[in-house]
């Protein structure tokens, strides 16, 4: 479901604060659980909840200063949809994909944290529920993803991999997978969800098949 009563991009903030991590992704769609800490993150929050409850998030790049890196050319809107406040001050969010957006500028700093004007145009399909997506091939996804978990050690519920609708499963492994930020991005970008789908099968595929170099064990769960 879409996050919020938002129908057109017209209907989505022109103005957005960001919060920019790499190798962070947050698709249309999809949940994000953030924990909070640096005050100006927390400022952020702190506005975003006396408002609409948006921000966007976007990957940081390498290029720029350490404390003002550069961002991604494409990022991703959320609405905070749960929210929570530690002992020690923390903030324990989550966020719901509502809509990407193209960075058009960034607006001169006025506040401790970043903001930008966004264009929401070429990704306002986001804002419509995927249809039955009858072009998933299910079992080459799942051999794909078997292969893939086997190369990293990694283990997923496959009873729920089996079971899940298709934009579910395919935008919950599109973040959860230790991909690198170019092919977070890439999948960010994809311009459809068919595209998406068939990009992060591609990518299990090439790594799968790619038997150089050992990686820990880690889960998924």
Known sequence: MVAGPFRKACDLPQAIAVFPLPGVLLLPHAQLPLNIFEPRYLNMIDDAMAAERMIGMIQAQSAGAADQPSLARVGCL????????????????????????????ELAARL?????????????AD?????????????????????????HALDVDWDTAKAAPGEALVNSLSMALPFGPGERQALLEAQSFSDRREALITLMEIDAADQSGDDEPRSLQ
């Open 78 to 105: 959320g609405r905070i949809t749960s929210f929570a406040e530690t002992s020690d001050g923390r903030y324990l969010i989550t966020l719901t994909g509502v809509c990407r957006f193209s960075v058009v500028s």
């Open 112 to 124: 401790p944290y970043r903001q930008v004007r966004a264009d929401y145009a070429p990704f306002e």
């Open 127 to 151: 804002l419509k529920p995927v249809a039955d997506d009858s072009g998933f091939d299910r079992m080459r996804f799942l051999k794909a993803l078997k292969a893939y978990l086997e190369r």
